[in-house]
Structures are given as C-alpha cells and as structure tokens.
C-alpha cells in the first residue's frame, strides 16, 4: 500500500484477521508462551501457535478490546489474531485497532471484514517509521501505567503482609512480652462489629424527583483492589441538596450489600460524595476501633468469604447491615491498632499517589491518542527515544518447537 496516499480503504486493507484456535483448559500444560483469549492474556501453554510480536481482539462482544502480545503466543478460538500487518508497525496497529474498534464496530458483532465482509472507510496510516514513534510515545504511556500498578502490588502485598504478621501470626511489636488466654493476647476482646460501629444504607437516587446529585459512588467504582478511581465516579451538582449523612469523608470505610457482597474500601482523599444504596458505610467509633485496621480486617480472605457466601461454596446475591453488624470480630488492644495504623498509612499514602499518577496518565493518552492516530498531532519531526520496552523485546527460547 502506498503509505503517502491519504485515501480511503477498508480495513481488511491494512490488516488480515484469522481466527484464533482450540485450546481447552484440560488440554493446557504450564509454560511460558501466553495464552490469549478476547479478554487478553489467560494463561500460559508450552506451545505456541503465532510468532510474536501479535494483535489480538474479540470476535464477538468485545469490539474495542485489543491486546499487543510481544512474544509467541497461543490466540484462542474466542479471538481473532493479525496474522499479516501488511507493512504496518504492529505496536502501532494495535493502538489503531483500538481506536477505531471502540468508536466504529461496536454494534457489527464480529470484526468488518473478515467473517461478513462489512466494508467501513478508514483513514490510511501513516508510514511505518512515523507509526513506530507514535507507538513509541503510547507505550511510554502504557510502560510508565504497568510499572506504577507493579509498584502499587508490592506496596498492597507489604501492607497485608504486615496485617498477617500482627493480627493473625500474632507476632506483632512486644508480642513476645504479652501472655496468650484462649490463643488470643491478653487484652484482646472478641465482640460484634457493631459493638464499635454502626451502619448506614446508602441514597436512593429514584427517592429524589431532582436527579441532580454530588459525586455518586456505586459498587462497580470499586476495583479488586478495593480502590475508587475517583475520576470516573459520576459527577453532579451539588448545589441544591444536603447529604449529610450520606455523605463520605476521608477514613470512611464503605462495603457492597449488593452486586458484589462484602466488596470493602476505605476513602482515602478529601471529597465529596454520596454512597449509593447498594453500598453500606461502616461508621466506627475511633476510640474502640482504627480503620486501615478495621479495612485490612474486613478485606480479608476470611471476612470476603463470609460476606460474599463463599466460605459455604455458595454465592449470596446480597447481604444486610444486620447480618454485618453480627458478625464476630476480635478487637486488638486499641494502642496496637493506632500503631498499625500509623505503619500502614504510609504505604497506602504512597498508592494512593501512584494510583492517582495512574490515573492521569490514562487520561492524557487518552486524550493524545485519537490526535497521533488520525495525524492531526504530527511525529514526522520529532526526535523520539524509544522507551526500553520497545528495545529490549525478546523471544522467550522455545520449549517445544512443535505447535499443537
């Protein structure tokens, strides 16, 4: 294709697609080759069946969901892989896909032009030494998103270590001068969570005949690290009602009675928001209970599973603030607690930093991307670095040659 030409072209034009194939669980041997599926990388096989670099995308349902694959891989059968780039950067390319999947074939049901033909008229990219700077600065982006969440998993993992190592190993400062009755510290006291705090259901929005609210916090603004990226709660007035007791302050610990039973997050920056109804909020007593300690307990294994109905084998679609407010709890020494507090604050202070670095960098590549991809924010003068990722991609070394 003529890279210079600026004409219109369908996509099949600048990539082919093919199909991905079988590969059932039962079926997979542990290894190092990725194995990919529409919703990215779920797995890993000793075979492979695509050399590396890869573009990998859904063929039905998940149009807009792209995945760069830098290494072999295995593509599965509910995914459609590039298997000729034509001449195009394939960094680049799955950028481009993601642009012009999400905004384009939505609604097609498979990817246009390959299993129905659908024609739609693309731009032409650029050529390919201009399409690797572009790739260049979004994978900057990207490599400076995964390293943070890398840091950010560590710090997570450290702060639990920690929680483990004093309130479940019991080996906490000076555990070694404290007399143990009934395998709990003395001094340690086992009650109800209600006996330190109270709970609150949230606001109902269909209660107001006005829809125009603060920010709203749902169940489903909660990640799996139980953390709220604020930037992405809905955002409302707040002018002509009050919300007191609704609404959040920082150290205001919420958890799901809805949709995700037992789902748990602490508010951690100074805002203003309203819980919404599936969410209940945790109103603690500082005197009797902290509440990184009072987070940390919660968010554990043993707790999720009681709450979410997992600890019987079974799933429980929602829960009370009754059936929470019962439930047993062991209460350290209040001095310990403080202290653990004040241990961990400093690790969560530093992921709430990086997550919300995080945060802006989506959003500015966001913002750059659709620019660098439909040309109209120019690379062809630009002196670009490539970022490390891009220079050290290597070939894991095969250990099975075969495919199968």
């Not at 650029?126 to 969440?149: C, F, G, H, V």
């Not at 997570?156 to 009755?181: C, L, N, S, T």
């Not at 707040?238 to 949709?259: N, P, S």
């Not at 037992?262 to 909020?281: D, M, P, R, T, W």
Request: proline content about 5%; glycine content about 6%.
């Amino acid at each position: 294709m003529n890279f210079s030409d600026k004409k219109k072209c369908i996509l099949g034009d600048l990539v082919t697609f093919k199909r991905g194939y079988d590969l059932p669980v039962s079926m997979r041997t542990e290894g190092i080759y990725p194995v990919v599926s529409s919703s990215g990388i779920t797995g890993f096989h000793k075979n492979f069946k695509v050399e590396g670099p890869g573009v990998v995308t859904g063929r039905y349902g998940t149009l807009g969901e792209v995945f760069y694959v830098s290494s072999r891989f295995w593509p599965l059968n509910t995914s459609l892989y590039v298997k000729d780039f034509k001449g195009n950067d394939p960094r680049f390319m799955s950028y481009y896909l993601r642009t012009v999947l999400s905004s384009s074939f939505n609604s097609a049901g498979a990817v246009p032009g390959v299993n129905r033909n659908v024609l739609h008229k693309l731009s032409v990219p650029m050529p390919p030494r201009e399409q690797k700077k572009i790739a260049a600065i979004l994978t900057a982006y990207d490599d400076l998103i995964e390293n943070n969440k890398r840091r950010i998993d560590l710090l997570e993992k450290m702060a639990e270590e920690i929680y483990r190592e004093w309130f479940v190993r019991f080996r906490f400062p000076g555990y070694d001068k404290v007399k143990f009755e009934k395998v709990v510290p003395v001094g340690w006291r086992t009650g109800k969570i209600s006996d330190a705090a109270s709970l609150r259901y949230g606001f109902t929005e269909s209660a107001l005949e006005n829809s125009k609210l603060p920010k709203y916090l749902r169940v489903t603004d909660i990640n799996k690290k139980s953390f709220i990226n604020w930037s992405k709660v809905p955002n409302c007035q707040i002018d002509e009602f009050h919300f007191e007791k609704y609404m959040l302050k920082k150290g205001d610990i919420v958890i799901a009675r809805m949709a995700d039973p037992g789902k748990v997050a602490i508010i951690e920056q100074n805002i203003k928001a309203v819980f919404a109804s599936y969410l209940i909020k945790i109103e603690y007593d500082p005197k009797k209970v902290t509440p990184y300690f009072l987070f940390y307990t919660l968010s554990s294994k043993y707790y999720l599973g009681l709450f979410s109905g997992a600890d019987s084998g079974s799933t429980r679609s929602s829960i009370n603030a009754g059936a929470i407010g019962n439930t047993s709890f062991v209460y350290p020494e209040i001095g310990l607690m403080r202290l653990f507090d004040k241990t961990v604050s400093v690790l969560r202070e530093q992921i709430v930093n990086l997550n919300m670095i995080c945060n802006n960098s989506e959003r500015n590549k966001g913002m750059v991307l659709p620019r660098l991809i439909s040309g109209k924010l120019s690379v062809e003068d630009l002196d670009i670095q490539f970022p490390p990722s891009m220079l050290e991609e290597t070939e894991p070394e095969p250990q099975e040659t075969a495919y199968g």
